[in-house]
């Protein structure tokens, strides 16, 4: 495979059912389109997982991760153990930013090498993970999060428009809060109440601090979010 010549999705399993299966295919179906790959068909591409998942057995018992990677050369699929959640992140932003208007700006691509960069950076720096604006200032997510915040007592997220992943958690969590999309500087995280975090394998996860900025962790916003969505999780596996 070429570097960044392919597209990837991460799911969350528990005891080898994979949450959210159809919307990581049909995100990947159509990142794998706008990207030039060859078409995925999403229910040939489910049988496929399903059937390796079911050989596995046993050894995909407890939460886990899977990792799908679709290129040229086809499907590989894998998964490993998910260690817990490690609590309130700690989050910094960075110089780095989005380019809402890179090709593959909104895909799960491959080509990740600025992600690796500006999380490495934050690490080195005493967080868990990195926020960053894209190239209007405004801000966009993190390295491998969408990010969430209130301010007001709204619940409010990046648009689309600032390059940000459509992460299969951001649209569900969209969906069932009645969160609002919008475009605002990086700096509004100083006005916010809460801040949380939320992809795939986290889910939803509240902030203690980005850079100088403190919240509650999780806040009353937060904690609702996180019963809503674990209580929709469980009653639809595929939703």
């Not at 794998?32 to 059937?51: H, W």
């Not at 209130?150 to 689309?160: A, H, K, M, Q």
């Not at 999309?181 to 949380?196: I, K, N, Y």
Request: hydrophobic content about 45%.
């Amino acid at each position: 495979m070429r570097a960044g010549d392919g597209v990837f999705e991460t799911l969350r399993m528990v005891d080898g059912v994979p949450f959210a299966l159809t919307r990581h295919l049909e995100r990947m179906a159509a990142s794998s389109a706008a990207l030039g790959l060859p078409t995925v068909t999403v229910d040939e591409v489910r049988d496929q997982v399903l059937r390796e998942l079911a050989v596995d057995g046993g050894e995909v018992a407890g939460a886990a991760r899977l990792r799908l990677l679709w290129s040229g050369a086809g499907l590989q699929v894998a998964h490993s153990p998910l260690p817990p959640g490690g609590g309130a992140m700690r989050v910094r932003t960075s110089s780095w930013r989005r380019n809402r208007a890179a090709g593959t700006a909104g895909h799960k691509s491959t080509d990740y090498v600025d992600n690796l960069v500006a999380l490495r950076e934050a690490v080195t720096a005493g967080a868990d993970e990195v926020l960053l604006a894209d190239t209007a200032g405004m801000l966009s997510e993190g390295s491998a999060t969408n990010v969430f915040y209130v301010v007001g007592g709204e619940l409010r997220t990046p648009s689309l428009a600032t390059g940000c992943l459509p992460g299969i958690t951001r649209g569900l969590v969209l969906e069932w809060t009645g969160a609002r999309e919008v475009e605002e500087p990086l700096d509004v995280l100083g006005e916010a109440e809460e801040v949380f975090l939320t992809s795939s394998t986290r889910e939803v996860e509240g902030v203690a601090w980005c850079d100088a900025w403190a919240y509650a962790a999780p806040g009353p916003v937060t904690a609702d979010v996180i019963r809503t969505f674990a209580a929709r999780r469980d009653a639809h596996p595929d939703p």
